[in-house]
């Protein structure tokens, strides 16, 4: 065989090897390829789920008694049935979430001790805006605003918007595990303050297109101002070819300490999801987007309460009821897990129409009911609200318990003859974490 004939060979074997190497190569990095997984959501407008979960309480209510704490048996079940459509975010992170949803059904059985309550989403605010926050998921009615019962209602554990945040910022193999960002357990727990977290998720195996993922974590925090400990795991779906998360079992175990303006809780609450394309996605009108603006207002957020003796006011959020009997009612507020002001309301006796209380008389019931406390009274304001209510307004400052104090006292008057009183109390140092809630609290007011 000639010289010419051997090179010809050899560059022939060459490149065949290097073929067959090149195509081994190719088919380890597909079967390589075949078990890794990206699990992401992505926003689309075209896609809106349905929704339905039922979520379980049970546990401790813990009532402060003098040195100790009175327990009470809570026993709890919700039922939730909405439709979705999830849209882009305002921000990165926790702000990147926002979707709207329409409630079918917002329901809750709760039994403490020997007293049931049934609580109910109202039709009128069953469209809801969510909006994520490092904090935890905020949700406004579309049509109006929610009362307090309405909000603790609809702020369920395992939200489904809330899940898709577990899920990994890169590709993952069967077996990978990763660390949850801060920001996307604080949100899924909605704890307001968080001094130490940690959770963690797993791809525990795929069975055809569908992917479990494991997790688990602990936090400890505080929640309207009282501290708590948190405890969560369970289990979730991902579908690998649809690209969303499918189900959720979720346990979270909860021990929180009585706070200003709660009680204290020792609860397991267990969380069953199934998601789902919705079969009426209809009920998402075309113009989401407009109805959940990027951020919402002040007035958005605003809640809106009704006394038993059918006077109703717009509060912030931060309030919170205290107590309340048939009379009266007492709210605190609290702002960023500190108690900062306490509001007092109550009903005074009816007057003839076009009659209220006189401006002297209030004045002089404000130095007597504040004694020795009362350093400095300011001039009464007078002022009248578009739907006719009368408003005084008088300022006081003094001592109380040795701490210096400023006392903000309104009257409201009705057309018809209705009065209803407020007394801010506020320790003078804290009057500008207070801002202007009294004045948009009064200037809502309303006499059914």
Same mark, same amino acid.
């Given at each position: 065989m000639s010289y010419l004939a051997l090179h010809r060979r050899f560059v022939f074997v060459t490149l065949m090897a290097t073929l067959l190497f090149q195509l081994e190569a190719f088919r380890l990095n597909v079967l390589l390829a075949a078990d890794t997984y990206r699990l992401e959501e992505t926003v689309s407008n075209a896609d809106i789920f349905g929704v339905d979960s039922t979520i379980t309480i049970k546990g401790e209510l813990l009532t402060p008694q003098q040195d100790t704490a009175l327990s009470h048996t809570l026993d709890a079940k919700a039922q939730v049935k909405f439709v979705e459509q999830r849209l882009e975010g305002a921000g990165r992170d926790a702000r990147a979430f926002r979707s709207l949803r329409q409630y079918g059904k917002c329901e809750a059985q709760i039994n403490v001790s020997d007293n049931q309550i049934k609580s109910v989403l109202r039709p009128e605010r069953s469209k809801v805006a969510v909006h994520g926050y490092r904090q935890g998921l905020k949700r406004v009615a579309v049509e109006g605003p929610l009362t307090r019962n309405e909000l603790d209602l609809l702020e369920t554990p395992g939200d489904s918007l809330a899940i898709t945040a577990l899920l990994p910022g890169e590709s993952v193999e069967v077996g990978d595990s990763w660390s949850v960002p801060d920001?996307?357990?604080?949100?899924?727990?909605?704890?307001?303050?968080?001094?130490?977290?940690?959770?963690?998720? $797993?791809?525990?195996?795929?069975?055809?297109?569908? %992917?479990?993922?494991?997790?688990?974590?602990?936090?400890?925090?505080?929640?309207?101002?009282?501290?708590c400990t948190v405890q969560i795991q369970g289990e979730f779906t991902f579908l690998t070819d649809l690209k969303y998360v499918k189900s959720l079992k979720l346990t979270q175990k909860e021990d929180r300490s009585a706070g200003p303006v709660s009680a204290g809780l020792k609860v397991? =609450?267990?969380?069953?999801?199934?998601?789902?394309?919705?079969?009426?996605?209809?009920?998402?009108?075309?113009? =989401?987007?407009?109805?959940?603006?990027? #951020?919402?207002?002040?007035?958005?957020?605003?809640?809106?309460?009704?006394?038993?003796?059918?006077?109703?006011?717009?509060?912030?959020?931060?309030?919170?009821?205290?107590?309340?009997?048939?009379?009266?009612?007492?709210?605190?507020?609290?702002?960023?897990?500190?108690?900062?002001? #306490?509001?007092?309301?109550?009903?005074?006796?009816?007057?003839?129409?076009?009659?209220?209380? %006189? %401006?002297? #008389?209030?004045? %002089?019931?404000?130095?007597?009911?504040?004694?020795?406390?009362? $350093?400095?009274?300011?001039?009464?304001?007078?002022?009248?609200?578009?739907?006719g209510v009368t408003t005084y307004q008088v300022n006081a400052t003094g001592t109380a318990r040795d701490l210096d104090m400023t006392w903000i006292y309104y009257l409201t008057a009705s057309p018809k003859g209705n009065q209803t009183s407020f007394v801010y109390s506020v320790e003078s140092k804290l009057l500008p974490d207070l801002g202007q809630e009294d004045e948009r609290m009064i200037q809502s007011v309303e006499f059914k």
């Open positions: 920001w996307a357990f604080q949100m899924l727990t909605a704890t307001e303050a968080v001094l130490k977290s940690k959770m963690s998720c $797993t791809l525990d195996r795929v069975e055809g297109n569908v %992917a479990h993922i494991s997790f688990k974590g602990d936090l400890e925090g505080a929640t309207g101002g009282s501290p397991t =609450a267990t969380v069953d999801l199934e998601r789902y394309p919705a079969v009426n996605p209809d009920v998402i009108p075309a113009n =989401a987007d407009e109805l959940v603006p990027v #951020q919402p207002t002040v007035e958005e957020l605003a809640l809106e309460l009704k006394t038993p003796w059918n006077f109703t006011f717009k509060h912030s959020r931060n309030w919170h009821v205290f107590q309340q009997t048939v009379s009266s009612t007492t709210l605190r507020y609290i702002e960023d897990g500190n108690f900062v002001a #306490q509001c007092d309301l109550m009903k005074l006796s009816d007057v003839l129409p076009g009659r209220h209380v %006189a %401006a002297k #008389q209030f004045q %002089a019931d404000i130095r007597s009911s504040l004694g020795g406390q009362l $350093t400095e009274l300011s001039e009464l304001k007078e002022d009248k609200l578009e739907n």
